[in-house]
């Protein structure tokens, strides 16, 4: 009867190492699943391609310098298409002025003085 105890106690030592062992293995969890640390990684992994894509592109451009220039002046002219298009179709005035609609000569309707309104009582 006396190894009862003992297994008892080991038991009960086994359980609090395995509960400690849950414990930490739960902290560390939330620890790596929090949404700052998510968001954290998630920068740090986003800064890391953007820096290589950075340099692929530098890379890339070190040793296509003539494609890059004619894409980058394809890009450029698409952009200003529509102020280019105005510089070269810029229409002279008419030398003659468009016929008029009214039976009134303009000179005469802009000199003629306008009637005074009259209150109605």
């Known amino acids: 009867m006396t190894d009862q105890p003992s297994s008892i106690a080991a ?12 414990a930490l293995t739960v902290a560390t969890a939330q620890a790596r699943f929090a949404p700052a640390a998510l968001v954290q990684e998630v920068a740090q992994t986003l800064r890391g391609k953007r820096q290589d ?9 070190r040793r296509y310098p003539l494609p890059l220039a004619g894409a980058c002046t394809a890009v450029l002219l698409y952009l200003l298409r529509r102020p280019i298009a105005r510089l070269f179709l810029r229409r002279k005035p ?3 002025p468009a016929p008029s609609t009214s039976l009134i000569p303009e000179s005469s309707i802009k000199d003629r003085p306008r009637a005074a309104k009259r209150k109605s009582s």
């Open 11 to 22: 038991a009960e030592f086994q359980a609090a190492v395995a509960r400690r062992q849950f």
């Open 53 to 61: 894509l950075v340099r692929d592109g530098v890379d890339t451009a």
């Open 94 to 96: 008419d030398a003659t």
